[in-house]
């Protein structure tokens, strides 16, 4: 069977990239087992001030790469894409993974492939002008200012308000909780109240936050690894244009669903490139592996490639222009169950020197790998919500009983 990859198309598109990168950037030193890695790290462990620092050097290779029209390859020219299909978007990400490039956190994959699409879909004329080349090329750094103490897996329970001021404009009210990269994003995505009389879903309207607006305060939560990459973001009395509204007045949900459902996609590669470090660990340890550890690690070689496998299902749903639906659901679970396998080899090979791993920039820290794991089974739809979608949606098990 020839894959996408090997179509010649494809291959003279990646001499090309790989032409590029060499003259950006010097070789991965570092060359990890296996092919197609993601290349979002997931497990920073930062202050507030090495988050800026990062985010600013990984900005700037992304407003280079998106300068030199290797950016939002599969977008229109007018956002500053070369209309490609998915397969060379994927071709250029492997192409990267053999380039020491800055690694994308979290908040550019937030900001490139959740938020960016969500403002071209519902924006007005004037918004798709403002926003979605910026957040394309990263002037712009959007996060999600959804969850709150009471609304997380619930999300259309949100209580933050959006009531209309005199002028047409309007006035927030709330506190958004578990916000990743508030401290340096540019705009906020707010879910909003703006009707109690309505069933809750109808109720919602979304919001361009600017985040340095009169009333917006972020107070970083210190988490488990050390690092404060999520945020507490307290909204009083802040004052918007009804410019600032995204989508419809009452169409909340239905603008967050396009967000949400960016991120399932989004999710099914996380934690290859870590599975992908363990198995180097595993051939460089200097030692011998015990049978046990060998027999952990080939679990890890079968399981990450059953992710990928699934990733690639998901993404030839996409490019034959449909809509994934549950597949992406078992690509996240698929994501969280890999990175719990690297965890445990990771934790066998090293024993008690684990602790003692910090890491550095440009390599992983795999104290931050294991602390920061669990999270993922919470973050973008946590695993039981997840199992509900295959319950309901693929094994055709009754509905739970919704309010
Ligand atoms: C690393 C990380 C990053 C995050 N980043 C962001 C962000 O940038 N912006 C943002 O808005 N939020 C973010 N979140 C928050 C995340 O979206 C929520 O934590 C998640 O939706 C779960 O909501 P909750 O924490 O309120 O838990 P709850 O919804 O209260 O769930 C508690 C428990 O009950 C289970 N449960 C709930 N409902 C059901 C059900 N119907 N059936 C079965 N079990 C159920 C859940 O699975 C969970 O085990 C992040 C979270 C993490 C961990």
Redesign the pocket.
């Known amino acids: 069977m020839t894959t996408i990859a090997e179509s010649p198309d494809v291959a003279t598109f990646t001499d090309e990239a790989v032409a590029w990168l060499s003259g950006v950037a010097s070789p991965r030193r570092s060359t990890a087992w296996g092919h197609g890695s993601d290349s979002v790290a997931v497990f920073e462990n930062w202050s507030p001030e090495d988050e800026r620092r990062h985010t600013a050097e990984i900005s700037e290779y992304e407003r280079r790469k998106f300068d030199a029209g290797w950016g939002p390859l599969d977008w229109p020219a007018e956002y500053g894409g070369r209309g490609l299909p998915l397969s060379h978007v994927l071709a250029f990400r492997r192409a990267e993974e053999r380039f020491d490039v800055p690694r994308r956190t ?1 908040m550019f994959s ?1 900001t490139q492939q959740l938020v960016a699409p969500t403002v071209e879909k519902w924006g007005t004329p004037e918004q798709r002008e403002t926003y979605v080349r910026a957040l394309l090329r990263t002037d712009l750094i959007a ?5 709150e ?7 259309a329970a949100v209580r933050t308000r959006a009531v209309r001021d005199d002028d047409g404009g309007w006035v927030l009210d709330g506190h ?6 508030a401290t340096v994003a540019d705009i906020g995505v707010a879910v909003c109240r703006t009707d109690t009389d309505v069933p809750k879903h109808q109720g919602l309207t979304v919001f361009l936050v600017p985040m340095d607006s009169p009333g917006v305060t972020v107070r970083p939560i210190r988490q488990m690894t050390g690092g404060t ?2 945020n507490e973001v307290y909204l009083e009395n802040v004052r918007l244009t009804d410019g600032h509204r995204l989508g419809p007045e009452g169409k909340g949900w239905q603008v967050a669903l396009t967000v949400l459902a960016a991120e399932r996609l989004d999710g099914g590669n996380l934690g290859l490139a870590n599975a992908d470090q363990a198995v180097e660990l595993a051939r460089h340890l200097g030692r011998p592996l015990t049978e046990i550890e060998q027999d952990r690690v080939a679990d890890l070689i079968v399981h990450s490639y059953v992710q990928r496998i699934t990733a690639m299902r998901v993404a030839s749903v996409v490019v034959a222009g449909r809509d994934p639906g549950p597949e992406a659901s078992v690509g996240k679970l698929l994501a969280t169950d890999t990175m719990s396998r690297t965890s445990a080899v990771v934790r066998r090979l090293l024993g008690s020197d684990l602790v003692s791993d910090t890491g550095a920039w440009g390599t992983f820290a795999w104290t931050d790998h294991v602390l ?1 794991a669990p ?2 089974r ?8 997840q ?2 979608i295959i319950a309901e949606r693929v094994l055709g098990l009754p509905r ?1 009983p919704r309010a």
Do not use: M, P, R
């Open positions: 979290e937030v996060c999600q200012l959804f969850s103490t009471e609304a997380g897996s619930d999300l958004k909780v578990w916000t990743s990269g990459s999520f920061g999270g993922y919470i973050a973008g739809g946590t695993d039981e919500i199992h509900n739970e």
